[in-house]
Structure formats: C-alpha cells, structure tokens
C-alpha cells in the first residue's frame, strides 16, 4: 500500500511566546487629529506565567489617565516589558499600578462584539459593530523597530463602528481608517487566533 503524501508545509520554527486575542479601539474627534482613546485588551490562552486578561487603556474617559485592569498580575507584568513596550510604550511602565478584574464577553462576531471589564469601582465596555470582512495578518520578526526579534501572525476583523464606555460615560470620538501595507482597515479591530513568536 502506497503511503498518502502529505503536502508540504511552511512552518515558522522560532519561539512561540503567547497566543490569545490582542483586540483594540483607537478613537478621535477628528481625522487628522490626536487619538483621544487607546484601549488594547487581551485574553490570553497560553504565556509563560499562564493564561488570562488584560485591559490597558488611556483615554479621555480615565482623565486621559493610564489604567490597567487584569486578572493575571505577573502575566501583565511580562506582556508590558514584552510586547506593550514595543507597541504603546505609555503601556510599559512596571510602577503602573494593576487593578482586579472580571472579564466577559458576548456577541456573534458578525453583527457586534462586546467586552466587559468590571473592577470594585469601574465597569468598563468595548464595542465594535458594523464589522467588516477579516484578513490574515502574517508580520515576520523584525517588522516592529521597536522590538525586531518579535513576529505575529493574527486574524484581523475591523470594525467600522466602535464605542468605549467608562462607568456608562462614553469616550468621545470615533474609530477610523486605516491602512496595514496597503490594506485597508480600521483603528478599531478584533484581532483574534492571534500568536506572537520571537527569534529562536
């Protein structure tokens, strides 16, 4: 009996460091103004200190204040000074105090997605609605200059509609296009199946 052949694949041998969900909001009152909201929320599924979630945000709905909410503490700390600091280095400071969370989340995906951050005093939401068609991100290490031993791979849905909440009070602005090597998205994205590998 002839054994079947199995089509080659390509494989990326370095390390795997995380893989979760990386999605984020980016919000503005104007086009080619400043951005008023960063918010970049993770679950994570496996890390080297574990599986687990994190919001960190700084918009006009925390008095443009750092805030960090969590339910992992150390997987926090090792994503700041990992990968937040070669992405949103307002992110990256160890002295930002981490606050208790519960996480959850609702939707379909299709239509809307919602997450839920709720602390002792806040209780925080994401939205994204109006969701548009996903693309596969493949960014080899060394795409971020900031971090060139860092790669990821990333299934990116992007929201043409996206609101953030603090306490019910909503962050003013709205999300915008983008452009990812001559692809269009937008500032405010699900990125799911989302893997970040470093250089062996």
Same mark, same amino acid.
């Given at each position: 009996?002839?054994?079947?052949k199995?089509?080659?694949?390509n494989?990326?041998?370095?390390?795997?460091?995380?893989?979760?969900?990386?999605?984020?909001?980016?919000?503005?009152?104007?086009?080619?103004?400043?951005?008023?909201?960063?918010?970049?929320h993770?679950?994570?599924?496996? +890390?080297? %200190? #574990?599986?687990?979630?994190?919001?960190? @945000?700084? !918009?006009?709905?925390?008095? *443009?204040?750092?805030?960090?909410?969590?339910?992992?503490?150390?997987m926090?700390r090792?994503?700041q000074?990992?990968?937040?600091?070669?992405?949103?280095?307002?992110?990256?400071?160890?002295k930002?105090p981490?606050?208790?969370?519960?996480? +959850?989340s %609702? #939707?379909d995906g299709?239509?809307?997605? @919602?997450? !839920?951050?709720?602390?002792? *005093?806040?209780?925080?939401?994401?939205?994204?609605?109006d969701?548009?068609?996903p693309f596969?991100?493949?960014?080899?290490?060394?795409?971020?200059?900031?971090?060139?031993?860092?790669?990821?791979?990333?299934?990116?849905i992007?929201?043409?509609?996206?609101?953030?909440?603090?306490?019910?009070?909503?962050?003013?602005?709205?999300?915008?296009?983008?452009?990812?090597?001559?692809h269009?998205?937008?500032?405010?994205?699900?990125?799911?199946?989302e893997?970040?590998?470093?250089?062996?």
């Amino acid at each position: 009996m002839s054994q079947e052949k199995i089509p080659s694949a390509n494989l990326d041998l370095n390390k795997i460091l995380l893989t979760g969900e990386n999605s984020f909001i980016r919000l503005k009152k104007e086009v080619n103004g400043p951005i008023t909201t960063n918010a970049t929320h993770w679950r994570i599924l496996k +890390s080297p %200190s #574990g599986p687990g979630h994190v919001l960190f @945000i700084q !918009s006009d709905a925390t008095d *443009n204040e750092v805030r960090i909410y969590s339910d992992n503490f150390a997987m926090t700390r090792w994503i700041q000074d990992k990968i937040e600091s070669g992405l949103n280095s307002e992110f990256s400071n160890p002295k930002t105090p981490i606050i208790d969370a519960d996480f +959850s989340s %609702s #939707g379909d995906g299709i239509n809307f997605w @919602i997450e !839920s951050i709720d602390s002792l *005093n806040d209780s925080i939401q994401m939205n994204w609605h109006d969701i548009c068609e996903p693309f596969y991100l493949k960014a080899a290490a060394g795409f971020l200059e900031t971090a060139p031993k860092l790669g990821v791979y990333s299934c990116m849905i992007p929201s043409n509609k996206a609101q953030l909440t603090v306490n019910e009070i909503p962050a003013t602005g709205s999300s915008f296009p983008e452009l990812f090597d001559g692809h269009p998205t937008s500032s405010a994205c699900l990125a799911w199946s989302e893997t970040w590998t470093e250089l062996a």
